[in-house]
């Protein structure tokens, strides 16, 4: 069974940094695609970061361009997504997404690219 699992969610003051993990089992998670999505309330989910299969690679909503960085562990089969600078609206349930690739330097941030989806984990950013 294909699974990705998050961690690392929870409450954060603006400025503040979190960092999310994101392990896959039942599939070796750097021979796909990888991502990050997000989802607010009321809002449609939000594509903010994928890394090639190469590594090579990486991609960033401009919403967290220079705030967050994606990064993975080929022996630990999984991805993070550290968030540094945190702001309230980035508060959303955070998702870790894989796919296909097309290319193995290549990756995007919409829905279409990924069939597989975590459970999510919240994270909130307040005072």
């Known amino acids: 069974q294909f699974r990705l699992e998050e961690s690392g969610g929870g409450l954060v003051q603006p400025g503040g940094s979190l960092r999310l993990s994101c392990a896959a089992s039942?599939?070796?998670?750097?021979?796909?695609?990888t991502g990050w999505f997000r989802q607010a309330p009321g809002k449609e989910p939000e594509g903010i970061s994928c890394m090639s299969t190469s590594g090579a690679v990486t991609q960033y909503a401009d919403s967290v361009k220079g705030r967050f960085t994606i990064s993975r562990d080929n022996a630990k089969n999984t991805v993070y997504l550290q968030m540094n600078s945190v702001k309230p609206e980035d508060t959303a349930v955070y998702s870790c997404?894989?796919?296909?690739?097309?290319?193995?330097?290549?990756?995007?941030?919409?829905?279409?690219?990924?069939?597989?989806w975590g459970q999510g984990t919240q994270v909130t950013v307040s005072s």
């Open positions: 997404v894989a796919g296909e690739p097309a290319d193995p330097d290549q990756c995007g941030i919409d829905v279409l690219d990924f069939d597989l």
């Open positions: 039942g599939f070796t998670l750097h021979h796909q695609t």
